[in-house]
């Protein structure tokens, strides 16, 4: 017995060691936390659609990408009836497409890698964005901040068609190159990777990129009025630095839209009118995540998208998607910490925009001036989906959300901590009720087959 007992005792320290080694990696590394998203936007994306094609995006993007992409060398595509100009690149999608069906991934398959892969990359880039905040270690705020921006209502709602949850994705990262190149001395290494950004994203849906950017009007603000890390004038000397390289990586993208800008003209003026848009964008539905139009319409079989129904009809999930909002507000009322000044402001601002021109029927002074821009100017029209600036809502709801949590947890007890964790577990799940449930894809986006 004299000699088992000091070898258990070496095998617990050394146990303990290892468990030490991997809670350091955890907190002070990017990637562990971003194979726990990974792990759960797997999940959801292929438990949900019983493997059938979903009809998103193009429909040749995973079907024949390669085809799709040797068109992007043309102004002109014949494939589409009669022909027509090839304002849109689908460059990025498409070889991403083409690297996984190369891979051996069926078409079905590759649209769900895809769209776990723009899940992950969002609750990433929300979890790095608060590290530039919060650095000294990857703690509860910065798990809770991910997931949440991740998996929630918005994205819920958004994920089809994925390609213009694009600039919602990349929202963070935008917001982490802009803080990093005015705070550090590598200005053009940063606008650099702010123009490889807008590549990915695309010409695909400008407006949407646009209203992705808007967070960064409060980080501007932020850094040099309350942080005062910079001055206006280095802001707008690296503004213009990004803006110049961006504008070189689409410049071949504003060609294909000048060349399309008539066809394109044309499909704004025939699709949906603002007011309808804002129908259903209340400021309480706007502050849950929800009020985009398509989720309350209906047709002669009913709502187009009733995958989402109990997020308006079951109070039990209607509670859930106030939850995070309402801790939100409790963080910014009840922390010192500066940055939710930040996060707050990137919320509120993108709610202004989201809201609109609500109500339809007697609009603010603010909605009767969109709404009398959107009728003098075809360019304002082409931003009449103001639900696209969504981003700036996750990022703020996601951080201070994910503030809260990390407060709450340091005055419970051990018990305290276990109840909490588990009541927030369910309503993190209930608030995202369709990745979990097998609804996230609606039923008439899907083909009745895999292929």
């Known amino acids: 017995m004299s000699a088992v007992a000091p070898l258990a005792t070496s095998g617990a320290r050394r146990w303990r060691a290892v468990g030490q080694r991997i809670g350091t990696e955890w907190q002070r590394r990017l990637w562990p936390v971003t194979l726990v998203i990974a792990g759960l936007a797997?999940?959801?994306?292929?438990?949900?659609?019983?493997?059938?094609?979903?009809?998103?995006?193009?429909?040749?993007?995973?079907?024949?990408?390669?085809?799709?992409?040797a068109r992007q060398a043309h102004l002109w595509d014949s494939s589409a009836g009669l022909g027509r100009p090839n304002e849109e690149s689908w460059v990025v999608a498409a070889v991403v497409f083409g690297l996984l069906r190369g891979l051996g991934a069926s078409a079905a398959l590759a649209e769900r890698l895809f769209h776990a892969g723009l899940l992950t990359i969002a609750g990433a880039g929300m979890v790095a964005l608060l590290r530039q905040f919060r650095p000294q270690r990857i703690g509860l705020a910065h798990v809770v901040a991910g997931l949440l921006f991740a998996f929630n209502p918005y994205t819920a709602t958004s994920l089809v068609p994925s390609l213009l949850l694009v600039p919602y994705v990349l929202a963070p990262w935008f917001v982490l190159v802009f803080l990093r190149g005015v705070r550090e001395e590598t200005p053009w290494r940063w606008a650099a990777a702010f123009a490889l950004l807008a590549f990915v994203a695309g010409t695909v849906d400008i407006p949407g990129l646009s209203y992705g950017l808007v967070p960064l009007v409060p980080a501007a603000v932020y850094v040099v009025q309350v942080e005062r890390t910079a001055s206006w004038g280095r802001v707008l000397a690296w503004v213009a630095r990004a803006a110049l390289l961006t504008i070189g990586v689409f410049l071949t993208g504003l060609v294909r839209l000048a060349a399309?800008?008539?066809?394109?003209?044309?499909?704004?003026?025939?699709?949906?009118?603002?007011?309808?848009?804002?129908?259903?964008?209340?400021?309480?539905?706007?502050?849950?995540?929800?009020?985009f139009w398509g989720a309350y319409f209906r047709d002669a079989a009913g709502l187009i998208k009733p995958n989402t129904a109990r997020f308006y009809a079951s109070t039990g999930f209607v509670l859930a998607t106030f939850l995070a909002p309402c801790a939100a507000l409790v963080a910014l009322a009840r922390s010192k910490w500066r940055p939710r000044l930040l996060f707050a402001a990137a919320a509120l601002l993108a709610m202004v925009f989201m809201v609109g021109s609500y109500p339809a029927g007697d609009p603010t002074p603010y909605g009767r001036l969109l709404l009398r821009g959107y009728d003098r100017s075809l360019f304002l029209w082409g931003w009449r989906n103001s639900y696209k600036a969504g981003p700036g809502w996750g990022l703020g709801i996601a951080a201070l959300a994910g503030l809260a949590a990390s407060a709450l947890a340091t005055v419970l007890t051990s018990r305290g901590k276990a109840v909490a964790a588990v009541g927030g577990v369910a309503v993190f799940a209930a608030a995202s009720f369709p990745f979990w449930t097998g609804q996230l894809y609606n039923g008439s986006s899907l083909s009745a087959s895999g292929v």
Request: hydrophobic letters at 40%.
């Open 42 to 69: 797997l999940l959801a994306v292929l438990t949900n659609g019983s493997g059938r094609f979903v009809i998103d995006n193009h429909v040749e993007l995973a079907h024949r990408p390669g085809a799709l992409l």
């Open 260 to 291: 399309g800008a008539a066809s394109l003209a044309d499909r704004l003026g025939t699709t949906e009118r603002p007011q309808y848009l804002n129908a259903p964008s209340s400021w309480t539905e706007t502050w849950r995540g929800l009020g």
